[in-house]
């Protein structure tokens, strides 16, 4: 299992586990994290899924394809440079201890 932690704007930390495969999408709503709304389940078209990933994480992770580029100028906070959408981010070994913050609002 990878070990990933949610910081939420309040500095309140919820860390849950995700599968390999599955996106930190996938994980947060598994772990009921607050924070994370997910509205199209992962399709691509809400950015309620919106996390911001920590500076010494960001470059470990593939690049935001065009798609999921596009979408996040639609994010209810305005994104930032490290902004993802967590349904694009799928799990794998090398993201143990991944940690991302959660906005203030998804809407
Ligand atoms: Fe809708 Fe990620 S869950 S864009």
Redesign the pocket.
């Known amino acids: 299992m990878i070990t990933l932690h949610f910081i939420a704007a309040d500095g309140n930390t919820q860390t849950v586990s995700g599968k390999p495969g599955h996106s930190l999408?996938q994980a947060a709503e598994k772990a009921k994290v607050t924070g994370i709304a997910?509205?199209?389940?992962?399709?691509?078209?809400?950015?309620?899924?919106h996390v911001t990933v920590a500076p010494e994480w960001a470059e470990r992770l593939p690049k935001a394809g065009n798609d999921e580029q596009a979408?996040l100028e639609f994010t209810a906070v305005p994104r930032e440079p490290n902004s993802r959408?967590?349904?694009?981010i799928a799990l794998t070994p090398e993201l143990d201890g991944l940690v991302v913050h959660l906005p203030a609002t998804q809407y």
């Open positions: 999408m997910a509205d199209c389940g992962g399709s691509l078209t809400c950015a309620t899924c979408m959408l967590s349904c694009q």
